[in-house]
């Protein structure tokens, strides 16, 4: 019995015999070394509702990899550019981000999670299962077994993607560890996560035609995500951020923590590595703070487990599928060589592919020449239905590499027990209210004052309007799949049974003044990691603010000179760290506010806000509104 048994006309019968329609000897032969039936069983009724013109079934192997990005090129998925590694892939102008409002947890009827967009289970697979129908007519369906995880670790949880996408393949095919032969030898025992994807019919350009019809819902009780309609990656690979909220859920039943995460190694004093995690929502800096670490286990998911006393964090990926608009030599050194190396295998979403086979982005050296973008065709002045400027290359462009090409590698990427983790660092992008960067008093103020409480402005990364604030906890509310207020308790939790506790920071590198500008650059996230690096060690003194620990002036001046090589003026460090009492006082009663509506949230993170408010009010009365750093005592 399979999860669209119901919808399977004539009702199945044995799968072998439906497979055995739609595949040639060799990929039946390849499906049915994977003795897994529930697999076999999920495959045949895919098959059978979809109705595509074949199976292929991806083995891991060179030629399979190679078999699939030719599909890609073919069925002009994806385009090529002047190098011959280099594909460019579109979207198509209304399916250029995550769709929010269409992504929704499968729940039992009449059940809800507080915050999060849900849907009976019945309903919603029935609404698939009718929005598949024929869905793959004419064309090839993939069937591809990918780790999310390491080899061989504890960690790693296995996927399973069925798509008629071979950009999504090959997307994933860079991002993660193909695990055909792990399926092969022990398919029985494997407990997977199941992705469908179906781009549904497309247009003349080869995009999504239905986007009004784009569904993506998570099934926990199956263990599976569906999503049609739709090709933006974040939408559509099912191992990236739908596999997220699978095993949020997972981990919260077993007592551990996947989290929307960088994973970074920062050296200190005699050549010791600390290694940290970070959370930032989409678009707020994260893949560029964890370029600016001296190692990168990963740039945006973290699994983390107790191992013996210990946080211990994998990345479930080996590539990143980044934001590129901006990226530039100067400040991204890292990443950009990377990207320009006509060597390394990469696909460019949403960007500018001009005529002479160019992938032009906003950051690039050279001027933005015609050719086809996000939009169609473009050259330079063109503009959209209402006469404003078209962008050659979309804010969410992105590419997707592998990680393995970065010079700052970790050397622990592959390693199945993962890094020991000394601090979880929380950011988001807020121009107005938290100070540039500061450490919790402990673990629970940390993770409900900096992680339960996080807000940022909205970005481009999800459809709709961008600048508004919003509540986003532990910035992975887009990936949630249990309610903020159990997520508060399983990190409490989480902390309480390690042996070695991390430290917690917040970092807010979007602080402006009055006039608009921001008074941190880009590059100085070198700066705020190294002084919780020294921190973590107890290595540099802080002034206890009632909001938290904040660096001393001499600390970071000694810092800036260091790292970058740059002076640090007093007057900017203060901008940076007065604390504007009012506003974190009114951004503490929200957040309350808020958890009020969340019945399981723990009762001690009600406690840890109340005493946040009192020592904000002790403190305006003691030095007023505005409290500049040097007026605080050492702590
Ligand atoms: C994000 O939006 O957080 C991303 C890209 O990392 S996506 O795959 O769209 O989730
Ligand atoms: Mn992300």
């Avoid at 064309?139 to 949880?157: D, H, I, Q």
């Amino acid at each position: 019995m399979g999860k669209f048994e119901a919808f399977v006309e004539p009702p199945s019968t044995d799968p072998l015999d439906v497979l055995s329609r739609f595949t040639s000897h060799e990929q039946l032969e390849r499906i049915l070394r994977v003795k897994n039936k529930s697999l076999l069983t999920d495959v045949a009724e895919i098959a059978s509702i979809a109705n595509p013109s074949s199976i292929f079934v991806h083995t891991g192997s060179l030629q399979d990899r190679d078999y699939i990005k030719r599909k890609a090129l073919d069925g002009r998925e994806e385009l090529p550019s002047r190098h011959s590694k280099h594909t460019v892939h579109f979207d198509g102008p209304n399916d250029l981000a995550r769709d929010k409002a269409n992504t929704r947890i499968l729940v039992p009827y009449g059940e809800g999670i507080p915050l999060l967009n849900t849907l009976d289970r019945e309903s919603g697979i029935e609404e698939i299962a009718s929005l598949l129908k024929g869905s793959m007519k004419g064309r090839e369906m993939f069937v591809a077994f990918y780790l999310y995880g390491p080899r061989n670790s504890r960690f790693s949880l296995y996927g399973v993607q069925v798509t008629d996408s071979a950009y999504v393949i090959h997307s994933e095919d860079i991002l993660y560890r193909n695990c055909y032969t792990e399926f092969v030898e022990r398919g029985e025992e494997i407990e997977y996560m199941l992705f469908l994807h179906s781009a549904g019919a497309r247009d003349e350009n080869g995009w999504s035609r239905d986007v009004d019809k784009r569904r993506i819902y998570i099934d926990l009780k199956g263990n599976a995500a569906y999503s049609v309609n739709t090709q933006y990656a974040g939408n559509a690979v099912g191992l990236k951020k739908l596999s997220l909220r699978l095993a949020v859920y997972k981990g919260f039943k077993e007592g551990w923590l996947a989290e929307h995460m960088f994973i970074v190694g920062v050296l200190g004093p005699g050549g010791r590595v600390s290694y940290m995690t970070g959370a930032f929502p989409a678009g707020c800096g994260k893949t560029a703070t964890a370029m600016s670490a001296d190692t990168v286990v990963g740039d945006d998911l973290a699994i983390i487990r107790n191992i013996g006393g210990v946080a211990r964090a994998v990345n479930p990926e080996v590539g990143m599928f980044g934001i590129i608009d901006g990226l530039n030599p100067v400040d991204d050194a890292e990443i950009y060589r990377v990207l320009v190396n006509p060597e390394i295998e990469a696909i460019f979403s949403n960007v500018l592919l001009t005529e002479d086979g160019e992938v032009w982005w906003r950051g690039k050296e050279s001027e933005p020449r015609e050719g086809v973008n996000y939009a169609g065709r473009w050259k330079p002045g063109k503009t959209d239905g209402r006469g404003v400027l078209l962008l050659p290359s979309h804010p969410n462009a992105r590419f997707t590499v592998s990680i393995y090409h970065l010079n700052k590698l970790d050397p622990a990427i592959d390693d199945p027990l993962g890094v020991p983790v000394s601090a979880f660092v929380f950011g988001g992008r807020d121009s107005t209210t938290l100070p540039l960067v500061q450490e919790a008093f402990d673990w629970f103020h940390g993770i409900s004052t900096m992680g339960a409480a996080l807000e940022s402005e909205s970005t481009a990364a999800v459809l709709g309007r961008t600048g508004e604030i919003e509540f986003n906890p532990f910035a992975i509310l887009d990936f949630l799949s249990i309610s903020p207020g159990a997520l508060v308790d399983l990190h409490f939790k989480f902390g309480e049974k390690l042996d070695k506790v991390p430290r917690v920071f917040s970092v807010n590198y979007f602080l402006r003044g009055e006039d608009g500008r921001y008074f941190s650059e880009k590059r100085d996230k070198r700066v705020w990691l190294k002084w919780m690096e020294l921190r973590v060690h107890g290595d540099v003194n802080a002034l206890k603010a009632p909001t938290g620990l904040l660096p001393l002036y001499d600390d970071l001046q000694m810092l800036f000179d260091k790292e970058l090589g740059k002076s640090f003026n007093e007057g900017l460090y203060c901008e940076m760290f007065k604390l504007k009492v009012p506003k974190l006082m009114s951004k503490i009663e929200r957040i309350y506010e808020i958890y009020s509506g969340i019945r399981d949230t723990p009762p001690l993170f009600f406690e840890i806000l109340r005493l946040q408010l009192e020592k904000l009010k002790e403190a305006r009365s003691r030095y007023g509104d505005i409290i500049e750093p040097f007026k605080l005592d050492k702590g």
